[in-house]
């Protein structure tokens, strides 16, 4: 018997005993091609030498000073080169161990810029609906799912939530593309308005929505909206790239594509690529100014932050990610991976949508393709896509809708950057041949 308190009680899971390229091995021998990164972490794959050998040569040289007594060379090396790449204005870095610590840090950070500024009314955070930002209590307060949060509300710091920029369910017919944009972006000047301006700290997104929605870019001209209406009444723009950053989306940084520009930035997944956890929460250079000439330290803080082995394998990812333009490589490969899931699942009579950017696709599927409607969550078809893919040698990532019935079950994909053209078909053959057998 297993003493490792797993995800679901009653799973039986192969054991992971190796890593090879894009593709993972069990203890069969059976080989699996990593299509999600497990949950878009493994973008360079699972056996990167520069990487594993960066990790080796810190753990030799010095694994491990607490940052209360010392700063590292690989923690200042990557917050150096973050921000030598980083949005516009972003000028410090705070090193985490996860993307739910990162967005902790945001949201405590926030919080304290205001009342360093002497702002002391905010206190609110808005965030949207359908949205995940971690499982801590403060991510998952910020988080719109409502199915996530159900049990742990008593628990959760008050947030407010708008609706997500969400084409495919939310425009409506007749309406224009612009139109739509602007109409979900006012939702957020309302409850400013509602709440008082005074009153609100922040604002909390994803450039590109992953977990809960699968893959879902804003439609052009929300976001710069959202920051013109953040820039009117003083409300900082957290922006939580934890999935979507790092070059996923063709960008190292996904606002960049996207053409916004973020107070704070939330990163982790693929900037330790799964060799090591490591996030970072990257701020202004005006929200750190304004502490530092305060109170002069951020009351935060964990015993992980900046581990020297964690920033030397972030370092070693930025480095590659870089030198090698990988996110070039990621813009090339959008269009095969696109094409391929149109020829492969285009017309298939469940298939909602297919959308993305760069490496980072979602496919939603629905009862009606008329009517949108969602499969009955009973139905369990995302749990059901994913054993099929599995027994296909297919790791994909299939989530179940929110269940408020705004959308349905999808399967997100996030390759590793490393693979080869052809890869974007096996992917999407095993994916449809799932999904086909997920259905019957
Ligand atoms: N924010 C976003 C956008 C995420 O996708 C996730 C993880 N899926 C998190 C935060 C939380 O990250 P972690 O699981 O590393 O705590």
Known sequence: MSHVFPRHCHATLPTAVAGDGCYLIDTQGKRYFDASGGAAVSCLGHSDETIKNAIKDQVDQLAFAHTGFFTSEP??????????????????????????????????LARQYFLEVGQTERRHLIARRQSYH???????????????????????????????????????????????GQRAADELEAEILRLGPETVMGFIAEPVVGATLGAVPAVEGYFARI???????????????????????????ACEGEGVRPDIVTIAKGLGAGYQPVGAMLCSGAIYDAIAK????????????????????????????????????????????ERALRDRLGQHEHLGDIRGR???????????????????????????????????????????????????????LAP?????????????????????????
């Open 75 to 108: 923690a200042e090396a990557l917050a150096d080169l973050l921000i030598a790449n980083a949005p516009e204005g972003i000028d410090r870095v705070y090193f985490v161990s996860g993307g739910s610590e990162a967005v902790e840090a945001a949201i405590k």
């Open 134 to 180: 971690g499982n801590t209590l403060g991510a998952l307060a910020a988080g719109g799912n409502a199915w996530r949060r159900a049990q742990f509300d008593p628990l959760l710091i008050g947030v407010s939530h708008i609706a997500p920029c969400y084409e495919y369910a939310e425009r409506e017919e007749g309406e224009s593309l612009a139109d739509y």
């Open 227 to 253: 920051r013109e209406i953040c820039d009117r009444y003083g409300v900082l723009l957290i922006l939580d790239e934890v999935m979507c950053g790092m070059g996923r989306t063709g960008h190292l940084f």
């Open 294 to 337: 305060g109170t002069g330290f951020f009351q935060h803080g964990h015993t992980y932050i900046g581990h020297p082995v964690a920033t030397a394998a972030g370092l070693a990812v930025v480095r590659q990610m870089l030198e090698r333009d990988l996110p070039a490589r990621v813009r090339a490969l959008a269009p095969l991976m």
């Open 358 to 412: 760069g490496l980072f696709w979602g496919v939603e599927l629905v009862a009606d393709r008329g009517t949108k409607a969602p499969f009955d969550p009973s139905r369990k078809l995302a749990g059901r896509i994913k054993t099929e893919a599995m027994a296909r040698g297919l790791i994909c990532y299939p989530m179940p809708g929110t269940r408020d019935g705004r959308n349905g079950d999808h399967v997100l």
């Open 416 to 440: 590793p950057f490393i693979m080869e053209d052809d890869e974007a078909a096996l992917i999407a053959d095993r994916l449809g041949d799932a999904i086909e057998a997920a259905l019957a």
